[in-house]
């Protein structure tokens, strides 16, 4: 398996097992993952938020833990990465006001590198006008963003246990699915894990 070299984008507030267990996943198999926040250093942390489902109207929120980051935004050059990851959470929602974030994501999108955005990351792909003619998976309450964004919006199975591969795009609705998600993601890599 050739090692891979991916941006992670995040931001404060960023969903806690959206951004804590990609990052591991995808470390524990053998890939280089930097994550980066705009407005912050390597060293530095972003606060994240557990979202969970709990049979409310909408998913309920509670602190989480704090995500160390291990490379500085300022200095990423996109041309340098594989692959990309967008976690949701609040985060997506205020990083891509950032232009430099939307640069980055429309580079993945040209050069056709692996995309991997889960939940409310899509709002990030929307910003970017890289949805068009994709289909995509998010949070429910994304779809609106999707659709008028020329997206097709699919959506989650019951357990929210599902994703979607459209073009360089893989997209999941939450956490639950990350097994998918990240199987998925990974075959898009070329990286082959056997039992």
């Known amino acids: 398996m050739a090692v891979k070299k991916i941006l992670m984008l995040v931001g404060d507030y960023v969903e806690d097992y959206e951004v804590m267990v990609p990052f591991q996943m995808l470390l524990m198999v053998g890939h280089e993952v930097s994550a980066v926040c705009p407005g912050k250093k390597a060293g530095e942390t ?5 979202h969970d489902f709990e049979g409310d109207q909408t998913y309920s929120e509670k602190p989480g833990h704090n995500f160390g980051l291990n490379a500085d935004f300022d200095a990423v050059d996109p041309a340098a990465f594989d692959a990309l ?10 990083i891509r006001l950032n232009p430099r974030v ?4 429309k580079h993945f999108a040209a050069a056709k590198k692996p995309i991997a955005a889960v939940c409310h990351g899509q709002q990030v792909l929307v910003a970017a006008d890289v949805v068009a003619g994709c289909q995509c998976m998010a949070y429910p309450a994304v779809q609106p963003d999707i659709e008028r964004a020329g997206g097709t919006y699919v959506g989650p199975n019951a357990t929210f246990s599902n994703a979607v591969v459209s073009g360089n795009l893989v997209t999941a609705p939450a956490w639950p699915a990350h097994p998918e998600w990240m199987r998925k993601f990974l075959e898009m890599l070329g990286s082959t894990i056997n039992p």
């Open 85 to 94: 990851v967008i976690p949701g959470g609040r985060a997506p929602e205020y």
């Open 46 to 50: 972003v606060r994240t938020a557990v």
């Open 102 to 105: 939307i640069a980055i994501v």
